[in-house]
């Protein structure tokens, strides 16, 4: 009999916008004196909409998963950690998944993002991505809320290897798959794209014989990513560490999330306890907006790059 584990409850799939900010000449201006007022002191919280740009897919935006897969549910902390079964469909799905997300390249928010750590404006960002694309684009002070796709820990010795080498170890395991890759790739062939290096298979593939390795240290221990999956937990030490970047600010600056993850909404909640201005740049219902001092129905691409051009960062 499996442990009686409690259901994770996904939350937050939220509405859709019902109006649009248009953003005017006007609305740029107040973003950019927002900027300015806060010069140096201001903190961005960033989610998967910032990345949607480079073709990573999200959960809950217009297009998201959840929307368009309403049956779609990803992989439970519990279930990776306990279940064979669960890992061989992880790391099956991620077999494939994780070369367009290893592709994915900065977008425009990215690099508008990093501009205004340059110049002074932004003081550091907490990302809930796990695509590394902040750092890539320049970012320098960010807290990656949710781990990294780039690196794989051993569950019971704490070895950590990279994405990139354990990739190798999955192929040289699973050469019938590696055959499978390289004839969609021939053909076109494209299994639709979830987010996290997720996508689907197509049912006349069966996860029963992939095969994956343990660790090569403790030789005991299975791999996971070194990410947070649904129903587990922020490491404490990130935890804290969040809240001291909130506490260091004196503005948010809320981009591209539906703030549906507590660990995220807490930042929120938590600034807006201290009386910090807080302002919300997103196309859709977000689970902070009653806290938000200013909220933008508007997506990040169409705000952010402006205002750091208006600002006179832009590289």
């Not at 939350?11 to 006007?26: D, E, I, N, R």
């Not at 959840?66 to 306990?82: A, F, Q």
Request: hydrophobic letters at 35%.
């Amino acid at each position: 009999m499996p442990p009686p584990f409690a259901k994770v409850k996904i939350q937050g799939l939220y509405g859709l916008p019902k109006s649009h900010t248009q953003v005017t000449t006007a609305v740029l201006d107040s973003v950019t004196d927002y900027f300015r007022r806060h010069r140096g002191r201001v903190l961005g919280v960033t989610g998967a909409g910032v990345s949607v740009a480079s073709g990573i897919p999200d959960y809950r935006g217009p297009k998201g998963t959840y929307r368009v897969y309403g049956g779609y549910t990803p992989i439970l902390h519990h279930e990776l950690v306990l279940q064979h079964r669960s890992r061989q469909r992880y790391w099956a799905r991620s077999f494939f998944g994780i070369r367009p997300a290893f592709l994915a390249k900065p977008n425009s928010i990215h690099f508008a993002l990093a501009d205004l750590e340059h110049g002074g404006y932004l003081n550091g960002l907490v990302t809930q991505n796990v695509d590394g694309l902040h750092i890539q684009a320049g970012s320098k002070n960010v807290l990656e809320l949710h781990g990294t796709l780039k690196n794989v820990r051993c569950l019971n010795c704490d070895h950590t290897e990279s994405r990139a080498d354990f990739q190798k170890r999955l192929e040289e395991l699973n050469p019938s798959w590696v055959t499978y890759f390289r004839h969609m790739a021939e053909s076109g062939e494209e299994p639709a794209r979830r987010p996290d290096g997720d996508v689907e298979l197509p049912p006349t593939l069966q996860y029963d014989d992939f095969e994956y390795p343990t660790c090569d240290q403790c030789h005991l221990g299975h791999y996971m990513p070194t990410v947070v999956f649904f129903g587990g937990n922020v490491a404490d030490h990130v935890r804290s560490r969040s809240f001291e970047m909130v506490d260091g600010a004196d503005a948010l600056f809320v981009c591209g999330t539906s703030l549906a993850t507590f660990s995220a909404y807490r930042l929120v909640k938590h600034a807006r306890e201290q009386g910090k201005e807080i302002m919300i740049v997103n196309l859709g219902e977000t689970r902070g907006d009653k806290d938000a001092t200013a909220k933008l129905e508007a997506s990040a691409e169409a705000v952010v790059p402006p205002v750091a051009a208006a600002l006179g960062v832009s590289v």
